[in-house]
């Protein structure tokens, strides 16, 4: 998700995290991984997302992963492991996803 806006005292608002994406309506805006509960549409978790300095200091970002190979845990599942986790999801639970700016 994307939460756009249109600063009017200075270029960017006073906001550290900002994204800009010019098919979006509003181009200008914070970006959201969001996790949502698929019967109701409730959402269960939101991560904003950052820089690059601070995204690649979250939860289990480029920890060992338990491949065989032993690789570190890339950006795009580490973003889905905190969603899991911040959701609460609970054991034989299912999560899914689309791609991002999918909708």
């Known amino acids: 998700s994307m939460s ?3 600063p009017k005292t200075s270029k960017l608002g006073g906001l550290p995290n900002y994204t800009f994406e ?9 970006m959201f ?3 949502a509960e698929t019967i109701t549409g ?3 978790f939101q ?13 289990y970002q480029h920890e060992p992963s338990h491949m065989p ?3 570190l ?12 986790e911040g959701a609460g999801m ?7 996803g689309d791609a991002w700016f999918g909708s």
């Open 47 to 59: 991560d904003v997302v950052m820089t690059p300095e601070f995204q690649s200091r979250k939860d």
């Open 73 to 84: 845990v890339p950006t795009h599942t580490a973003e889905v492991l905190r969603q899991v």
């Open 33 to 35: 991984r969001n996790g």
């Open 4 to 6: 756009g806006w249109r």
């Open 69 to 71: 190979d032993g690789s």
């Open 22 to 30: 010019p098919r979006k309506p509003i181009e200008l805006s914070t």
């Open 42 to 44: 409730i959402l269960a």
């Open 90 to 96: 609970k054991e034989k639970g299912w999560v899914g």
